[in-house]
Every structure is written in C-alpha cells, then in structure tokens.
C-alpha cells in the first residue's frame, strides 16, 4: 500500500503546485485523501472533502476529477452483503425479498464416514481427497450486512487500483 501513497502524494502535490485552484481541486483533494492506508479522513483536511464525495455517490453522481492526474473510477456499485473469512456469498435474493443470502465455506470440513451412508446422517457427501474417498460437508452461515455497502474502483495511472467503500 505505500507504493500507492507515496505515487499518488508525488502525482498529485505536482498537480497542486504547477497548476493554480481549479474546479477539480476537490477531486484531487479526494484522491490524495483516498490514498492514505490509515483512514480517508484520519487527518481533519481529509473530512470535508471525503464525506463530500461519499455524499456525491451516494446521489448517484460521478466520482470528481482531478486535471493533470490519469484516473479512471467505477460507478458505484452496492454491494450489502458480506461473508466471514473462509467464506463466499453463494445466493443473492432477489430486490425486494426479505430473504437474507447465505455464506458457504470454501473448504471442506471433514466428516466421519458415517455422515455420508444411506441410513447416516446425510450431512456430507463423497469427495476425492488426496486419492482417498472423504465425507465432506461445506458449512454455511448467514451473510452480514456491510457498515458501507457501497464501492467504488479508483484507478490511479502508474499507481494502482484501490476500492474505496462509502
């Protein structure tokens, strides 16, 4: 991540001291902000321009652009639901439903045999492990919702890409 910071600051401190105040001030104020690995807003310069543009997009407005800096962002994408570590969202309900979409471990937990014969439990099922036959069972949980569930991609030429939830 300091690789990104510290291209980012370079790029965009040319950009502030070779060029006098201009419209897209705030949207390099906002990338400058974006690139410190600690927080967007851990320093109070940061505050107003962040909460600006997390305001911004979450109208439906375009990321702000910053003259003299190469960027691209995504539009914003919601995205409100998330999974523990070790696993992945396997359904999304429809818009609307009121049902909540589930977490599937992405590695099997191993379960005696018996958990996968006819009159067993049924909880697993047959999988090939290192050449032997294994009772596995792929556990599952409720998916979170997000604290921000929305994001954009910003893509800084020679810097990098960075997902900035708001």
Known sequence: MKPFVLSAAATLAAVFVSAPATASEWGCEVLLCLSNPGSP??????????????????KGHSFPTCTGVGFKASKPVYDPYECPAGYELINRPSLGSHERPSCKATEPKVL???????????????????????????????????????????????????????
């Open 41 to 58: 807003t851990e320093f109070k310069e940061c505050v107003p321009p962040i909460h600006k543009l997390y305001s911004e997009l979450a």
């Open 112 to 166: 005696p045999m018996m958990a996968c014969w006819k009159n067993g439990t049924g909880q697993g099922q047959i999988e090939m492990i290192a050449g032997k036959r294994t009772c596995v069972t792929y556990p599952s949980t409720a998916a979170t919702l997000r604290e921000k569930p929305r994001y954009v991609i910003i893509d800084i030429d020679d810097v990098g890409k960075k997902t900035v939830w708001f």
